[in-house]
């Protein structure tokens, strides 16, 4: 039975005690399409959101049911590829925190709870200090130190991220200038990642240049890293994004490089400065020979390219020492530092002076 629970919220009833078969059901998107459609009509291009919850005994009150069904749906609401979830009490508990995360994040902001550090980089043939990636903690006051890993993904989806991105970004900028009002010499470039979303900024160059200028700060003193996983979603727009970037000076490197499906093909016509090759990507290939001869041919093409080469998430003199026979520029990751609060950077930065 499919009935109209709400504007976009729609209910279907199986008797069926088979719960593969519910899911095999639910996942025939043409089906439910064509339920759904018979409902609103043939002129809605529909993305669906799927929660399940299974009736294991008899409950009283159906609405309570289908507030379980509600909240695991809005677990999967915008992921691509099999958008359905079974409701488990854990989702509970996942729920509320997302409802905290995004109730304190407009505060979060105006009481700077949102904190950044660095994370250095070292160039692999002489280990000398050359450049630091921005990071982002959040120390939120009810819930302790927050890693990114918690809070990104809601603020690509709610929108947020691009207001943070920005703060971030500028935040950035003050800190170089007060480097530079203490004279201190050869400040390494650093880095700055910009999501998704705020790519889709308007005027988004225009506002980044604006912001340096009103730091003082040269362009070509930092570098904008954007994820792979951009470019396939809209690749024509990313590049000219990214030539607009390198036209008023920025560098550009190509964050989490091999996560994606698109980065052979893309690499070719990319406009970017640097290829950063994926901490996740290298763990899972760098123990097999396999695997070294394909980070040894991204490498190799990009040098051909005459694109610089980072790798993330070195965590062994080994890996460091491999990749420095294949020639790698640069290498960011726990073996040479774990990120750190900016005034402990600057005393890394007066040492390597």
């Not at 703060?167 to 009002?181: H, L, R």
């Amino acid at each position: 039975m499919t009935t109209r629970r709400s504007a976009d919220n729609f209910v279907f009833i199986s008797k069926t005690c088979n719960k593969d078969k519910i899911f095999e059901s639910m996942s025939d998107d043409q089906h439910l399409r064509r339920d759904v459609q018979e409902i609103l009509g043939p002129d809605y291009n529909l993305t669906l959101s799927i929660g399940v919850y299974v009736i294991h005994q008899p409950m009283k009150n159906i609405s309570v049911m289908l507030d379980y069904a509600n909240i695991a749906k809005k677990t999967v609401k915008g992921r691509v590829g099999n958008p359905i979830a079974e409701y488990t009490p854990e989702m509970d508990q996942h729920m509320e925190l997302k409802k905290k995360i995004t109730v304190g994040m407009e505060a979060g902001l105006l009481h700077g709870e949102f904190i950044t550090c660095m994370q250095p980089k070292y160039s692999l043939a002489d280990e000398k200090l050359i450049g630091a990636e921005v990071l982002v903690r959040w120390k939120h006051p009810e819930l302790g130190m927050l890693s990114p890993l918690l809070f990104i993904p809601l603020f690509e989806e709610n929108g947020f991220i691009e207001k943070l991105d920005m703060y971030i970004f500028e935040t950035t900028c003050k800190m170089i200038q007060k480097w530079n009002k203490a004279t201190i010499d050869k400040i390494p470039r650093i880095s700055v990642n910009i999501s998704r979303v705020t790519l889709g900024r308007r005027n988004l160059v225009k506002e980044l240049k604006e912001i340096t200028e009103k730091y003082e700060i040269q362009t070509n003193d930092m570098e904008i890293e954007i994820t792979e996983g951009t470019l396939e979603r809209n690749a024509d727009r990313i590049i000219k994004i990214i030539n607009d970037l390198k036209s008023v000076g920025f560098y550009v490197s190509i964050d989490d490089f091999g996560s994606g499906y698109s980065s052979l093909s893309i690499l070719k016509d990319m406009p970017a400065d640097i290829i950063k090759i994926d901490k996740e990507f290298l763990s899972e290939t760098f123990d097999s020979q396999k695997g070294k001869k394909i980070i040894n041919s991204i490498i190799k093409m990009s040098k051909e390219l005459k694109l610089e080469t980072v790798a993330e998430g070195i965590e062994t003199r080994e890996q460091a020492e491999a990749l420095k026979a294949m020639n790698c520029d640069v290498a960011q990751g726990y073996y040479f530092a774990r990120p750190m609060h900016p005034e402990e950077f600057e005393s890394m930065i007066l040492r390597s002076n």
